[in-house]
């Protein structure tokens, strides 16, 4: 090769089926159209790094070391957001009923706005795609990504092997 790469560089995978590309630009673009019209209601302080404890609230709160679970980021990333977006006025820090040593992330007032209006959207986003693609081939779609997450999800707890290398 006359670039300096190896043979196997040439081999390198299509970047257009590439599932993690894909993915990327899939979550890439959502999130885009989502803090867009976002801001354009009036969330102008919140980013789409936001998006990982945004995305999991719950009204009755969550514990910061669930959001880490469910977003799949490091409890150090969630808690700077959560810093972050409590000095914003989205959410508080309150004790865990359940254990007082614990606390919960809750949403305060404008962090309930922030999720009705992001859960409006994403549903436009997801109507969308779903007059696009036709219902079922849209459910069907959902269904088979949902399970390529979950399986990837499981060989990255190490609840299921890797695939060995042929």
């Keep these: 090769m006359t670039d300096g790469g190896t043979p ?32 354009r209601e009036g969330f102008v302080d919140i980013a789409p790094r936001h998006g990982a ?20 980021q490091h409890k150090q990333v969630i808690g700077k957001n959560v810093d972050e ?25 404008r962090g309930r706005a922030q999720m009705r209006t992001a859960d409006a959207i994403m549903a436009e986003i997801a109507e969308r795609h779903r007059r696009l693609l036709g219902s079922d081939t849209y459910d069907r779609f959902l269904a088979d990504f949902r399970f390529v997450v979950e399986q990837q999800r499981a060989v ?11």
């Excluded at 299509?14 to 989502?34: H, M, N, Y």
């Design 85 to 109: 977006l409590e000095a914003l006025g989205y959410v508080e820090r309150r004790p865990d009923p359940d254990d007082r040593r614990a606390k919960l992330v809750i949403p305060t007032e």
């Design 53 to 72: 404890v945004l995305a999991y609230l719950r009204l009755d709160g969550i514990r910061a070391t669930e959001l880490a679970r469910l977003s799949g």
């Design 156 to 166: 990255e707890r190490d609840d299921v092997p890797a695939a060995e290398e042929p």
């Design 8 to 39: 196997e560089d040439a081999e390198r995978r299509d970047a257009a089926t590439d599932l993690g590309v894909l993915a990327g630009r899939l979550l890439f673009s959502v999130q885009g159209e989502l803090f867009r019209r976002l801001h």
